[in-house]
């Protein structure tokens, strides 16, 4: 007997591509009834797979080195519990002064690991950590001894926890006519319309981690909206309505 899914729904090729990567994984642990592990997933394939999962009736849990973490592997049909962090993925630790999470990510980049090898990165004022597969650890530990200019030494932590620091972000309201996609942009931007259709048609957007290059699409509240080099926003609730109709909203963007 074959797993149930569907994935018709998802129209951004990339990240069907690598759902389908990931379901092969999950499939090998349903046919034979072993443990299997993944690659990192963002929070949408996480979704995909948790339903498909149970759909299906199979033991699945999701973990990344913190509760907050947004990309995490999945451990399917797991022999005990509680699942030890430190059998699947690993935290790398190291001191820095001025580095950014595009510097460290392309530092791995070049090092030939594959994004999907990598978790959470997290940038505080003196150090950086970041999760990675088991596997990759100690190649990384021995090999990525330099980030631009500033040489670093990295150390594996003992326990797989990545100390997340908690997103802030700034407030803000305003009005739309309506919540397609193109009236977000164009708020949380302060640009035309036309303008905020071209960033989108140019495929510059995500919508709860999913490629989004239909303007006109309606954007529930709640929504977290990714904008290719101005960051991140949430779209929080409709808070009323002007005498003209137009939607008072509440949303936030991520400092």
């Known amino acids: 007997m074959s797993l149930e899914f569907n994935l018709d729904f998802i129209t951004d090729k990339a990240k069907k591509s690598n759902i389908k990567k990931a379901l092969a994984i999950l ?29 299906n009736r199979i033991d699945i849990r999701f ?3 913190n509760d907050l973490a947004e990309r995490k592997i999945f451990v399917a049909n797991y022999y005990y519990l509680p699942l030890v962090e430190e059998n699947y ?52 530990k021995y090999n990525l001894t330099k980030i631009k200019r500033e040489g670093i030494d990295i150390e594996i932590k003992n326990q797989a926890h990545l100390d997340i620091i908690e997103d802030e972000f700034d407030q803000f309201s305003g009005f739309v006519s309506s919540l397609r996609l193109d009236n977000l942009i164009s708020l949380f931007l302060n640009r035309s319309r036309s ?42 609730e409709i808070t009323g309505s002007s005498k003209k109709g137009n939607l008072h909203i509440n949303y936030r963007k991520l400092k």
């Open 63 to 65: 973990i990344g080195g």
């Open 195 to 236: 303008k905020a259709k071209d960033i989108i048609n140019n495929k510059n957007v995500k919508v709860n981690y999913e490629l989004i290059d239909d303007p006109g699409k309606t954007i529930d509240e709640g929504a977290m909206i990714s904008i290719r080099k101005e960051g991140r926003f949430i779209f929080d």
């Open 89 to 140: 993925i690993s935290i790398l630790r190291f001191k820095q002064n001025s580095l950014s999470h595009p510097d460290v990510l392309g530092a791995l980049m070049s090092l030939d690991i594959d994004r999907t090898k990598v978790g959470d990165i997290v940038i505080a004022d003196d150090f950086c950590e970041f999760a990675i597969l088991k596997d990759e650890a100690n190649f990384v």
């Open 27 to 55: 499939e090998r642990s349903y046919y034979k009834n072993i443990e299997e592990s993944s690659f990192f997933l963002d929070p949408y394939e996480q979704d995909v797979i948790r339903s498909i999962a149970l759909k």
